[in-house]
C-alpha cells in the first residue's frame, strides 16, 4: 500500500551500504521510522528531502517491518537556521525532544503544527529562548503532564503557592507539601512566564521580554520537569553547552 | 534445512558482515568450501594478520602496521597542513586528490542524539600538534552534515585557541552534475561559496 504524508525530518542513521534508516514525524501517522534507498549516493534526489529538521512531503510504501520512502518533496529546509551553528544546534534539539517522547504511529497533528510554526520562526526570527522553553512546556502539555500552577495540586486549595512538585506535576499548599523533600521554589516571574506559556500563544509570547536571570530559571526547571516525566536525558543540552564553552 | 555445524557457523560469521545478508552469506560460504585449502588458510590468516597487527596511529590516528604511520614518517609532507578527517577510509580519498599535508583521523563515529559528547573526542595528539607551533592551518575534511559541522566549529575553537587557522571543505556542486537536479541546500551552499573567475 502506498500513502503520502507531510514530515518532519528527526534522524537519520546509516542502513546498509548506501541506506540510511529514517526517523520522522509525520503529519498523519506520528513518529515512524523508514528506509530511504541509495540517498548516500551523489545523485540521489531524495537526499535533500531526508536531512534532520527538513519539513518535506514524502511518499512511502508499506513494508513488512519497515516502510520505505519512495519519493520526496523539499517543502522547507529552514536554511538561515541551518546557516548558524547555534539555531541548528537547537532545531536539533526539538528534533531530540520529539524523539525521545513520543510514541511510535501516534498522530499529534496539532504537536506537528507547533513544531513547524517554531521552526518558521526560529529561521526567520533567530534564537528565542523564551519561545524554545515555549515548546517544550507545551509538548509537555500534548503529552498529558501539564503542570498546575494556580491551585494545590494536591487538595485543589486555591492560592499563590510557591513550592512545585515534580512528582505530583503541580504546586502544592504549605500543608501538602510539609515533608516534601524535592520541591522546586517558582514565583515572581518564572511562575508568570510558566502561567502565560501554558495559556499563551506564540503570538503573544514573542512580545514578551524576560530576564536572562529568569530564563535560566525557566530553563533549569523544564529541563528537570522534562527528564522526570520522560525519564530521559537529552544530549543536544550538553553539546550546545560545550560548544559555548569552546566559542567563547 | 540441517547444515553441517561448521558450515552453520561460518554463515552466521559471515552474516555479522556489513552489507552480507543470508543468501550472500551462504554463496560466500560455500564458495569458501569450493576454494584450495592453501587459499582458505591464506584467507583466514590475513583476517588474523590484519586484526593482530593493523593499530591507529599514535600520531593520526591512520590504519597502520608500524608506528608512526608512513604518512607520519614521510619527511617530504608539508607539516604545517592538518587535515582532520572522520574515517581513515577518508584519508584514501584525500589522498588521490594530490593533498600532501599530515592528517588527523578522529576515528569515533559521533551522534547527536545519543550519549556522545564532544568532551569525549580522542583529541590528545590533534591538541599536541597545535600546540608544538608547527601546524599553521587546519582543514577540516568532515561530512557534510550537522554532526561534522558541530565537531568541525567545536576544532575550529581549539585551533583558534591555539592561534592556528581553521578552514573547511567547500560545500557544492558535484563535477559533472547538473543543476537542474541538485537540491536546495546544496544549491544554496554552493552560491554562497561563489567564486569569482
Known amino acids: 500500500m502506498y500513502y503520502q504524508s507531510r514530515s518532519l525530518i528527526i534522524k537519520s542513521m546509516d542502513y546498509r551500504e548506501s541506506d540510511k534508516l529514517v526517523t520522522l514525524f509525520s503529519e498523519k501517522e506520528g513518529k515512524l521510522k523508514a528506509i530511504a534507498r541509495g540517498i548516500k549516493k551523489p545523485g540521489s534526489s531524495l537526499r535533500a528531502c531526508v536531512q534532520p529538521f527538513c519539513h518535506s512531503l514524502l511518499f512511502f510504501h508499506q513494508g513488512r517491518e519497515l516502510d520505505l520512502i519512495t519519493q520526496g518533496r523539499l517543502l522547507d529546509f529552514y536554511g538561515n537556521s541551518r546557516e548558524d551553528i547555534k539555531r541548528t544546534l537547537h532545531c536539533m534539539y526539538i528534533m531530540e525532544l520529539l524523539d525521545k517522547s513520543l510514541m511510535d504511529r501516534a498522530a499529534m497533528p496539532r504537536l506537528y503544527g507547533l513544531t513547524l510554526s517554531i521552526l518558521q520562526y526560529i529561521n526567520n526570527n533567530g534564537l528565542n529562548h523564551l519561545v524554545l522553553r515555549y515548546f517544550e512546556l507545551q509538548l509537555l502539555i500534548q503529552l498529558g503532564y501539564r503542570p498546575v500552577l494556580d491551585k494545590c495540586v494536591n487538595c485543589g486549595r486555591q492560592g499563590g503557592f510557591k513550592n512545585f512538585c515534580l512528582e505530583a506535576g503541580g504546586m502544592l499548599c504549605p500543608d501538602c507539601s510539609a515533608g516534601e523533600q524535592n520541591g522546586i521554589v517558582l514565583y515572581g516571574e518564572v511562575l508568570g512566564l510558566l502561567k502565560l506559556m501554558a495559556h499563551g500563544n506564540l503570538n503573544t509570547l514573542q512580545r514578551v521580554q524576560a530576564s536572562g536571570a529568569a530564563l535560566e530559571k525557566l530553563e533549569l526547571f523544564l529541563e528537570r520537569y522534562l527528564e522526570y516525566h520522560l525519564e530521559r536525558r537529552f544530549n543536544l543540552k550538553n553539546t550546545i553547552r560545550v560548544l559555548k564553552k569552546s566559542l567563547s | ?197
Not at chain 2, 590533534?126 to 577540516?140: P, R, T
Request: charged share 30%; with cysteine.
Open chain 2, 1 to 197: 534445512m540441517r547444515l553441517a555445524r561448521p558450515l552453520e557457523n561460518l554463515i552466521d560469521n559471515l552474516l555479522k558482515l556489513p552489507t552480507i545478508g543470508p543468501k550472500t552469506a551462504q554463496r560466500l560460504a560455500l564458495y569458501i568450501l569450493k576454494m584450495p585449502a592453501a587459499e582458505a588458510r591464506q584467507l583466514a590468516q590475513a583476517i588474523i594478520d590484519a586484526r593482530e597487527k593493523v593499530f591507529p596511529c599514535s600520531r593520526c590516528g591512520y590504519l597502520t602496521d608500524i608506528d608512526p604511520c608512513f604518512i607520519c614518517r614521510d619527511e617530504t609532507r608539508d607539516t604545517s597542513i592538518l587535515c582532520v578527517a572522520e574515517e581513515a577510509s577518508d584519508i584514501i580519498a584525500m589522498e588521490r586528490t594530490g593533498y600532501r599535508g599530515r592528517y588527523y583521523v578522529l576515528n569515533k563515529n559521533f551522534n547527536l542524539m545519543d550519549d556522545n559528547n564532544l568532551e569525549d573526542l580522542n583529541l590528545d595528539s590533534f591538541i599536541n600538534q597545535l600546540a608544538s607551533g608547527e601546524v599553521k592551518e587546519v582543514v577540516l575534511a568532515l561530512n557534510p552534515d550537522i554532526e561534522g559541522e558541530v565537531i568541525s566549529r567545536y576544532l575550529a575553537g581549539l585551533a583558534d585557541g591555539h592561534g592556528v587557522k581553521a578552514t573547511r571543505l567547500a560545500h557544492g556542486l558535484p563535477v559533472g552534475g547538473d543543476i537542474e537536479f541538485a537540491d536546495e541546500i546544496t544549491l544554496r551552499r554552493a552560491l554562497e561559496g561563489r567564486k569569482e573567475i
